[in-house]
């Protein structure tokens, strides 16, 4: 195919932990004048988590918008409460934004009425499940974190008119959800009395192993890898089937994430050379492996894998 | 509420049907089932010879196809479904919607169960699976309080299964990704969590250390056990002290609660472990039966009995048992 190549989008992803009202509030507006051209937005891991309402929410989607930002709102990822899929109905049926659907509830609730997008914790490993998804709506597809490029390569092949592929290109990736808080239980407490405790974690808690690798972070009842994953060398891969590539939000340094990821992708840097840049803001390493075909945590240095 | 029951080979699915399963649950000798281990499973011609037997015994069999496939190995899934098909079992136990698509309209006359590696946990995403691929039944993640699986039943618009006994998945199944994240294969894709190939044992400092893949999952003294290294049963460091952080080797025991699920009105409770040996599934099935026979005939008085714990205690990893997820304390 000799089309034009369309120049790939930049996506932040829901920021995935606890932050105080006021640096969510400085974090968005932050974001405006950012180069991303996607923010999604919402709490997809505890609804205990209320630094911001439903309506908190609306009032940042509304500033980003016209700040030219395409707003996605995210649903929870783990549905146990009644209250809780009442939480993800709200989104659902907010009338102007798309939703990113985390859980086949927010799918059932979306299907037939508004398209949406298939978030990163919806099952979506082939071409027979994308068709029928994208059949009820879904226009865009966050692929699952632990599918390789050769998966993709799979897809192409066959790949439903008119759906977006969706890249998680730069973050702690999301590994496991559970019904227990992890902080919770570092804190010698049950999740029924957190005291948000989470909230003294702005990137997670380190796990580390009894040699002292850092392995992974606890996030509430998430747990992530503590390397960041990085697939930042896909954007400039005209040929890899990305049009989009998520950044995750970290505490700090977000922006400067965001400005690395711009710049390659209108090739003032060079993704290779670019690891460097990147690398302070990866405390406990990147890796890659995913990608690969491999072990998450590996970390190959080229774009191409074994 | 019915018993269902695990087996890896046709020696258990018979110690489970002889010991009172009202169904046995099984799986191909392939990646397409979450338990994806070397010398297990079943062939075509072992599941005729458990289908006779189970038959003859008033037993049901249901087949576990309940991994993802990817565009490069997915017709392996619907032979999969084809061949359970044509031998006729009972049911089949599905997590894949691709997979579902397939089956519901090729075979529209099939049973079909959503597994718990769909990951559904509330009535919305079930009714999803109902309305789309009329699934008959959905077994639940782990992750539910008693009352939250009490509200869940009610609402859901069909039956409801439960785990019972076994090892204990903390995670959401379906959506854990720690094996992979270590090894490369997980349950999603390749049917196994922590695949024994990338299992090390090793002597240092006359302590034993367990490693995944080089990472270093637990090490334990002489006198102590030694879990088998999955990573949420292993000991980490968080915040400077050294613990089981995710959770301890333990088994979920539902026997404390087995009146409360038969009030609720949950359809079916399963038993964990395929991969087990015959005389494990003999003695959790025999227990599992007597405590839900006895639960049937008078709720109200209904006690566990002592020679049942004990006998599940000590089949249980870490000898030890939990409620998990139904009790909140745990969360």
Redesign the interface.
Known sequence: MNVARARKRLSLGPVQYFWPREKLLDFYRSIESTPVDIVYLGETVCSKRRSFRHKDWIDVAERLQIAGKEVVLSTLALIEASSELGLVRKLCKNGNFTVEANDMSAVQMLAGEMDFVGGPSLNIYNVATLRKLASMGLTRWVMPVELAQKALLGFSREMPAGIEVELFAWGRLPLAYSARCYTARAHNVPKDACEYCCIDYPDGLMLSTREEESFLMINGIQTQSAKIHSLLHELSNPESGVDILRISPQSEHTEQVISVFDQVRAGDLDAQETSNELAPFAAFGMCNGYWHDDAGMASYSTGHGP | MELVCPAGNLPSLKAAVDNGADAVYIGFKNETNARHFAGLNFGHKQIEQGLAHARNHGSQVYVAINT?????N?TKWEEAVDQAAELGVDALIL?????M??AATKWPDLRLHLSVQ????????I???A??FGIKRAVVP????LK?VA?LVD?SPIPIEVFGFGSLC???E?????S?????Q?P??FGACSPASFVRWSEKDSKLETRL?G?????VGKGENAGYPT??KG?????G??SY???EPTSLNTLPILPELLKIGVAAVKIEGRQRSPAYVAKVTSVLRAAIDSCKRDPENYQPDRAWLSQLRALSEGTQTTL??YE????
């Open positions: 993802y496939p990817q565009p490069d997915f997590a894949d919607i691709g997979v698509d397939y769909g990951s559904a946990t509330s009535h919305e995403a009714r999803f699976y309305e789309q782990r992750v539910l309080s939250q509200a609402q903390v995670m959401v379906g959506r854990c990704f720690l992979s994240y270590v090894t490369g997980g999603n894709t893949n990472v270093l999952i637990d090490c990573v949420c000991r980490f460091k968080v915040n002290e050294t952080a995710i959770e998990g997820a909140r304390h745990w969360q």
